[in-house]
């Protein structure tokens, strides 16, 4: 979900604000494949950050197969053309099924962040992709327990790091 314009407050907004501070560092280039929201056809600019929307909305079940295809796609396209450093997947979900598949195409790093629900044992793709432990990036030790309590994973660390220029360029 990323908004279409900066006065829509149907979003979620820590991706659009985490997304946006990244995007102003200079060595930095954002794309964003947005595969719910917005309901546009055509990709556009927030800011310094071109987004390609994909427009599933709420579909669910075999209902969202055709748009994660379109997102794949669309994602394989944007790394050939602009040869990515990396994948940051907001939620281990569809968008996570998304960016393994780019990543492992083009044996490229990803990294996933988990953002509340889908950390909880009713998620099928906590058993369908199993992202290692070091790609795994959480909001708090509470996140992590549940998470843990949901997976076979029998040990993970939380790195809390302060978004910083020197961390950005690493």
Known sequence: MFPEHAGEDVIVPFITHFSEAFS??????????????PSKSEPYNFGKITVYP???????????????IKAVFKGIQLQRKNKYDGILCFWYREC??????????????????????????????????????????MMSAQQRDIFMRATTFTSIKLPMLPLTKSVLRN
Request: hydrophobic share 50%.
């Open 96 to 137: 996570a099924f998304i960016g393994q598949i780019v990543s492992r195409i083009f044996k490229v790093k990803s990294l996933v962040w988990m953002l509340g629900q889908d950390v909880k044992k009713n998620n099928i793709y906590l058993r369908l992709l199993k992202f290692p432990r070091q790609q795994i990036i």
């Open 24 to 37: 102003d560092h200079p060595d930095c280039e954002v794309d964003m494949i947005a595969l719910m929201f």
């Open 54 to 68: 994909i427009d599933s909305g709420y579909k669910k079940n075999v209902f969202i197969l055709p748009y994660l």
